[in-house]
Nanobody
Framework: QVQLVESGGGSVQPGGSLRLSCSAS???????IGWFRQAPGKEREGVAC????????YHVDSVKGRFTISRDNALNTVYLQMDMLKPGDTGVYYC????????????????????WGQGAQVTVSS
């Protein structure tokens, strides 16, 4: 069983930055990892993932150039650095871990992942 705990959410003005952290109960170097978000009334969507053993990051087009996923295996922690935030980035952000690794970036979707954190609220508003 993998436990994931997010932290670092909050409220920020448009153009601001936040860094989300996800602390895991196990070393995630053999897991696929991902960040997802869910806005009110919308389905959960992928934001960024590391799916393969080589650690290549994948970011969806809407956040590319603004968000960065990374991990520190020594600390069992995954990060999502979010810069140039927009009101459309508002939502609950979840980190997730999956037991299957793949090179298929189309699998940065909720159904591919097995373990989830409780979520962290991010609000971008002036």
């Amino acid at each position: 069983q993998v436990q994931l705990v997010e932290s670092g959410g909050g409220s920020v003005q448009p153009g601001g930055s936040l860094r989300l952290s996800c602390s895991a109960s196990v070393n995630l170097d053999k897991y696929a990892i991902g960040w997802f978000r869910q806005a009110p009334g919308k389905e959960r969507e992928g934001v960024a993932c590391i799916l393969s053993i080589d650690g290549s990051p994948y970011h969806v087009d809407s956040v590319k150039g603004r968000f960065t996923i990374s991990r520190d295996n020594a600390l069992n922690t995954v990060y999502l650095q979010m810069d140039m935030l927009k009101p459309g980035d508002t939502g609950v952000y979840y980190c997730a871990a999956g037991t299957t690794l793949t090179t298929n970036q189309d699998l940065c979707v909720p159904g591919f992942f097995d373990y989830w954190g409780q979520g962290a609220q991010v609000t971008v508003s002036s």
